[in-house]
Structure formats: structure tokens, C-alpha cells
């Protein structure tokens, strides 16, 4: 596309401002916009070539393997169409079990992590001493390994040595110890309470960031007009803080269904069925010598978290655009 | 072609390129999968022992000791290395089978018993060792679990009773002087220990790989035969039938005598109340008694199965299990050296200082045990006992289905409510 320069004040263009420099002359046999030195379209070939190598050719292959019987180690196979993805729709109770424990999961954890970690930045946003020093230290789990995390709760879980039991107990509480990990009906939430600690202070340092950027001139105008705290929140900083959010979420949900290593730490290889979730479950297909089987729940739990993840991008934009 | 770069290329033209580019990923991607075609290669029974190998095991606490069994072994040999190459077991039992396929580890090697040397096998990665002169060293009816076809791949090395250990001096102040000889008998035993101020067991049944060696004990007599659950598998017996709900059934009835919230209870904290003499008994197996002497346990251990039958019902008085198969490596290109290596430790004064030093029986025949933990376990060596049945399952999602079911029953689950969900989920792995 050329663009001609339009003389000032004339023809449809607003008048320039006077500082303005006026706009080059067209240079003489310059290309059109769409065509470029075919030397620069090489440019991108090593980066694609690796796209292709370590992406697109193993997500592929995802999508052939869900359609064999391959065990993952054998040269002979069979074809099976679509027959994984149908017996994991129908028939299998340990999938189902894990993507509701991974929904239970995620639930909790997207949840419970923004709202800390949004409560945390709203009230460590002020570049003070003390405030640096407390992000510091709520920012501290995320630098630990997710194996030494789990080693740690897994002694406070501890139903005879934890700390947990060990503190209600002193206290005189000794109605609400419990098994914890060891209970099927809560497991999978404890395992949820200690990934929101692990990163709790990771999403508050994205808040952080987003709430520094919010102008004050927007939040005295509001005070102005008499907007209380809650009204300030609500219609200056929450629709400013969208972007920051979504990020949040859509991080912690996949995040959450990746939740793999702390589960194998918490639960052990293979988890209980209280505490399997679908990357563990896929794992356990492959342990399982069910390369094929596992592919096509691999596919599943792609959809999974695209589903999801486009969900909350569409529930964040509408709550906040309301907010507006 | 040539005009078009001539003349610059449009968009158009890269995206046709991309396409291509596309396709042909995708045509890549379409390769079938799998490369390896069963081997029938057999172990050089001769060849040049030197050069580098590698040595590929779960067993980190056992570093120490193959560090110093290797020293020696290369001691032997001019320019011989070998490097251990340690996997932590949850590890080794998932990826073991592809990291050895590549050569990349494992000149020699090992395998656990059950689905991994199952698989191994079919994936062609064990040198046939039959026709290896030392293959002879082993007591025969212990290294069943490295044969297939009718070929000797591996030969278990390790003997594990994967049955409860219990404090001796607890048993004494307790007042037990005899072995229980039915179920009311072992209950009776268990309300002793209570009686005496003692947790009687301390079961790890927030950990299942643990937790499940119960099992063994559990079903041996219940069902007295080597194959309950390979048959399970096959479909020939149902976790619904009468001798699994019953071994559920039982469960329950030990639920008092477990420590307080025993299905959350992990390992470590399971060995440590063993350790400090607060419980009689670890239900887990006598590959922990190194674990418990570290922990500062003085106290002298020994064996027990809980009896689930009639006095006169009894077969079996406990359960072993022959395990930490080692072999050859059919894709090294050191096989000389790797079978030099497995060679030297199937020697009996070999086996001796692997067995000392980590504190497990051997299938190697004709070792002398030094260690006072071996010798007051060898008696077991001579008693009726079956080889652990849950590794007969070669589904491991089934086998933690069935295992589930005892932790959850433990837990308060009704127990044919517990068989049957355990049922559903076998049906489900059998189609």
C-alpha cells in the first residue's frame, strides 16, 4: 500500500500540528509494503526449523500415537482410530476420577490464589521498606523446588509427626487433626492449600506490576466524586488491573493442571486416586507402557485447559467490563 | 522460482512455504512409532574386558557399597571404569525402559520384577545370559522372575521378605513367646502390644508403594497360590470374590491396632515410631532394617505375617520376593565388560559384601552373612514362603486399584463397597 502525503488542509486528513516534520517524498522504486528481499524471509527459518523439531512435529505425533496401541517401546502396533478417545469417554473411571480432581483443584486454587495474591499486592503496592521486605518474604516459596515444597508439607500433613496435628493437639484442639492427605474426600484440597502457598507470591508481583501502573490522578478524581474504598477498587482499579488478571488466572489454571511434581512429592508415583490429576494420570499411562492411550489423553487434556482457559478469559473481560 | 526471489516474494508465497513447510512436519510426524525389534542376542560368554560402562540402578543407599564392589572389580581388570548411573526408584520404574533402550545408561543393568522386566524383555534390551557359566552360581528357584522364554535375561539379586518386622524386645515385654498360628491368634497378639503400651503396627498408608506390601501377606494365604492375581488380571477371578473381600474384611478388623490416621501416614514418620520403640511392629518389609538400624534402632528385629486363616488352613508363613534383576545391555557396545561386571557380582564373596553392606539377603548360593541382621533373618530362608504376589500383576493401574481398596477400608471405607469399586476400575483394565 503507498501512501501519499496530503497537502494540509485539504482533501479528508485532520490538519497536521505545525511542529510536524512533513512526511518523506516516496522514495523512487520503492517496493510495495507486501513484498520484501526474499533474503529476509530466511531470517526466521532456524527459529521455525526448531518450532518444527521440538513443537509441531511431537504435537503431531500426539495425534498419531492417540490413534495406535503403541506401548512405546515395541516396532509392531495397531490402529486403532479413534477407540482411545472413545474408552476415555466412557469407560474409564481413573480418567474421570482425575479430571474431577483436577477441576476440584484448579477451582480452588484459581480461586483462593488470586484472592491472596490480590489482597497481598493491594496491600504491599507502596514502595516502602517494609512492604519490599514482605514481598521479598511471600515471594520466597516460588524460588524453592516443587520436590523440596512437597517434602515440607508432606511432615506437616503428617497425621503422628506433623506440625499441623502437633499444634491443634497442644492447643487442645485435638477434634480437627486429621489424616489430611490421608482422607480421600479432603486430599486433594490440602494438595491445593499447598500450591497456593507455593505461589501465592509469584501472582503478587504480576498484581504488583499492574497496580503501579494504575495512574493516581484516577483514584483522586474518584475520591472526588465521592467513590468510597470499595467504589475505588471496583471501578478504577479492577478494570485497570484486567490485564494483570487474566495473566493470574490464565497462569495459575495451567499452572494447576500441571501440578505434577508436587503431587508425585505429596503422593508418591503412582498417587492415590484421591490425589491423581490428568498430568499424573497421563504419566501413569506411559509408566503403564500405554504410550498410545496416554497420547489421546494428552489430547484431552489440551482441549481441557484451552476450554478453561478461554472461559476465564471471557468471564475476567465481562466482570470487568460490568465494572466499568 | 528463481523470477519470483528475483522479484521479492509476496505474502502469499510464504504462506504457501509455511504450508509446505507444514505438511511436511506433518508427514515427518506420521512416521510410525517404535524402533526396537526383539533381540535374540546372547551375553559374549568371552571378549576384551576394558573401557568405560555404565552401571544403571535405582538403589542410591547402595552406592557406597557397589562403589567399593566396583574398586575391586576394576582392580582386576587394566582400564576398566565403571560408573553407577542412579535413578530414584519412582523414576526408574517409568523411565528406566526408554534411557537404557538408547544405551545411553545401562551397560549392565537392572530391572524390577514384574511389568518393568516384562516389558524390558519384550523390548529386547536383556542379553540372553542362559548359557553364562555363572548363571550357576544362583540358587535356581530364586531367578525364575529373570526368565523369559526360557531364557535366563537377568538374575534377581536381591531377596526381600516383603513382610512385617517386628521389635523382639517388644514382643518379649508384651509376653509373646510364639509365632500366632491363625487370625484370632494375631489379633489376640496385636491386642497384647496394645495392652503393653505399644501402637502394635505402624503402616504407611499415606504412601501406596509402601502401604501395599501389606497386601502380600494379606492374600498369601487367603488365596495360596502364586498367581491370584495374574489370574485377576486375566479375568479368571474377581476382586469380589469371596477371599478378597474377606482379606478386605480383615482390614477393618486392624483398623484399632494401626496408628492414629494410618492412611496419611508417610514412610519416614511409619520407620521413625518403628525406630524409637513406640510400635511393635513395621508392616512393611525386611528391605527397611538398614533404614531402622540408621535411624538408631538397637533393638533386634525380626519377621512376621499376619496369619488370615484357620491353624490348619496355613501355607505359607511369609512372602519373598526376588528382585533387582541384573543383565546385559543388548544395545552396549561394551557387552564384554558388562558381563565381566555382572560376572563379578554373582560371585558368593561378592554377593557377601553387597549383602553386609546393605543388609539384603542375596539369591547367590553359598554366602556367608556377617551382618547380625542377616543372620537372625536367615532362618527365613528355609520357611514356606510365597513369592509376593503383588508383583504378579503386569497392570500397574489395576494393581494400585487393589491396593487403593486396603488403604481405603483402613480409612473407614465399608469393604465390599471398596471391592466392588475396585472391581469396576479391573473390568475397565481388562477390556
Known sequence: ?324 | MTKAFSQGMHRRDLLRLLGIAGLGSLGVSCAGPGSTTNSDDAAPEEGDVSGAISFAHWRAEDSDVFDEIISDFAAEHDDVSVRQDISPSNDYQSTALQRVRSAAIGDAFTAFRGAQFVDMASAGLFADLSEQPFAQNYQADLITAGQSDGRQLGFPYQLVFNMPVFNVDAFEDAGISEPPADWDGFLDLLDKLASAGYTPMAWPGGEPGNAGQLINSMVMNNAPSEDMFTGMEQGEFDATDDWFVTTLKQYAELRPFFQNNASGTAVEPAQQMFAEGEAAILATGSYHIAAIRDLGAEFPMDLISPITVGADEVQFRGVHNATFILGVNTASDNQATATAFVEYLSRPEVAAVYADGTGQHVTVEGVEYTSPDLQALAHWLDQPTILAPRFQFNDLDMRSAIEDAAIQVVGGKDPEQAAADAQRIVEQRRA
Open chain 1, 1 to 324: 500500500m503507498n501512501t501519499t502525503p496530503t497537502k494540509p488542509g485539504t482533501g479528508h486528513s485532520p490538519p497536521q500540528p505545525p511542529a510536524a516534520a512533513p512526511h518523506p517524498p516516496p522514495r523512487r522504486g520503492r517496493r510495495s509494503s507486501s513484498t520484501v528481499s526474499p533474503l529476509l524471509y530466511l531470517f526466521p527459518v532456524p527459529a521455525l526449523v526448531l518450532y518444527a523439531i521440538f513443537f509441531a512435529v511431537p504435537t503431531f505425533q500426539a495425534f498419531q500415537y492417540a490413534m495406535t496401541n503403541w506401548d512405546g517401546f515395541s516396532a509392531a502396533y495397531d490402529n486403532v482410530g479413534l477407540r482411545n478417545f472413545e474408552r476415555i469417554a466412557t469407560s474409564d473411571d481413573l480418567f474421570r476420577n482425575a479430571l474431577t480432581n483436577n477441576l476440584k483443584f484448579v477451582l480452588v486454587v484459581v480461586v483462593f490464589q488470586t484472592l491472596f495474591a490480590l489482597i497481598l499486592a493491594i496491600l504491599l503496592t507502596v514502595n516502602t521498606r517494609g512492604s519490599v521486605m514482605l514481598r521479598a518474604l511471600f515471594f520466597f516459596p516460588t524460588i524453592l523446588s516443587s520436590v523440596s515444597v512437597a517434602f515440607i508439607w508432606k511432615f506437616m500433613y503428617d497425621p503422628n509427626f506433623g506440625l499441623i496435628n502437633s499444634v491443634l493437639e497442644t492447643v487442645g484442639l485435638d477434634g480437627l487433626t486429621g489424616a489430611f492427605l490421608g482422607n480421600p474426600n479432603q486430599a486433594i484440597y490440602w494438595v491445593a492449600v499447598t500450591q497456593v502457598w507455593f505461589h501465592a507470591g509469584q501472582m503478587m508481583v504480576i498484581f504488583i506490576a499492574g497496580l503501579q501502573q494504575v495512574p493516581k490522578e484516577m483514584y483522586e478524581a474518584a475520591e472526588v466524586d465521592g467513590a468510597s474504598r470499595w467504589g475505588r477498587f471496583r471501578h478504577v482499579t479492577w478494570p485497570m488491573i484486567a490485564p494483570a488478571t487474566a495473566i493470574v488466572m490464565a497462569y495459575t489454571t495451567i499452572q494447576s493442571f500441571k501440578a505434577f511434581d508436587l503431587i508425585l512429592g505429596l503422593g508418591g508415583n503412582p498417587p492415590k486416586q484421591s490425589m491423581d490429576i490428568l498430568s499424573t494420570r497421563i504419566y501413569a499411562g506411559f509408566t503403564n507402557s500405554e504410550f498410545g492411550y496416554a497420547a489421546a489423553e494428552s489430547i484431552y487434556f489440551m482441549v481441557v485447559i484451552a476450554l478453561i482457559t478461554w472461559a476465564q478469559r471471557r468471564i475476567v473481560r465481562l466482570t470487568q467490563a460490568g465494572a466499568q
